[in-house]
């Protein structure tokens, strides 16, 4: 049965949890929520063709994240994580991300985070304002309203 995207989320991308993700309790380490969430974010940025990680061209930086950890998840769950583009700045942009845990016919959130990432031009190493380009590739996938 296929996965339905939480409402206002369309990009997904499936997690797997790998036993190295595993701390000593038995559930996924709290760093590792961390790692699915830039995974996730990276499909976003390179499936909506904004960068590819070319350090010769303008690209993004991690400024903040915000996580809610709802719940624990461990080796053998199905894990989604979904992306969204939810502000605009002029040199930054939030990206929402929920993880979710799919058990039988059960959707529940395990985290919700809000990542700010700002534009950085890595040759001239210092932030650059949001490309035009950049704003039109997002407005134009997104089913929800962005905050500007």
């Given at each position: 049965?296929?996965?339905?995207?939480?409402?206002?989320?369309?990009?997904?991308?499936?997690?797997?949890?790998?036993w190295?993700?595993?701390?000593?309790?038995?559930?996924?380490?709290?760093?590792?929520?961390?790692?699915?969430?830039?995974?996730?974010?990276?499909?976003?940025?390179?499936?909506?063709k904004?960068?590819d990680?070319?350090?010769?061209?303008?690209?993004?930086?991690?400024?903040?994240?915000?996580l809610?950890y709802?719940?624990?998840?461990?080796?053998?769950?199905?894990?989604?994580?979904?992306?969204?583009?939810?502000?605009f700045?002029t040199?930054s942009?939030?990206?929402?991300q929920?993880?979710?845990?799919?058990?039988g016919?059960?959707?529940?959130?395990a985290?919700?985070?809000?990542?700010?990432?700002?534009v950085?031009?890595?040759?001239?190493?210092q932030?650059?304002?949001?490309?035009?380009r950049?704003?039109?590739?997002?407005?134009?996938?997104?089913?929800g309203?962005?905050?500007?």
């Amino acid at each position: 049965m296929p996965l339905t995207p939480p409402e206002g989320f369309r990009h997904h991308t499936p997690i797997y949890v790998r036993w190295a993700d595993m701390d000593a309790l038995g559930h996924v380490n709290n760093a590792s929520f961390l790692t699915y969430l830039e995974q996730a974010r990276i499909n976003y940025f390179n499936d909506l063709k904004l960068w590819d990680g070319d350090l010769s061209e303008l690209g993004l930086i991690m400024a903040r994240i915000v996580l809610d950890y709802k719940l624990p998840l461990v080796f053998g769950d199905e894990v989604h994580v979904f992306t969204r583009c939810s502000r605009f700045g002029t040199r930054s942009l939030d990206t929402e991300q929920l993880i979710l845990r799919v058990k039988g016919d059960q959707t529940e959130i395990a985290a919700q985070g809000t990542i700010t990432a700002v534009v950085y031009d890595y040759q001239k190493n210092q932030s650059a304002p949001i490309p035009d380009r950049w704003r039109e590739l997002i407005l134009e996938y997104e089913p929800g309203e962005i905050v500007r």
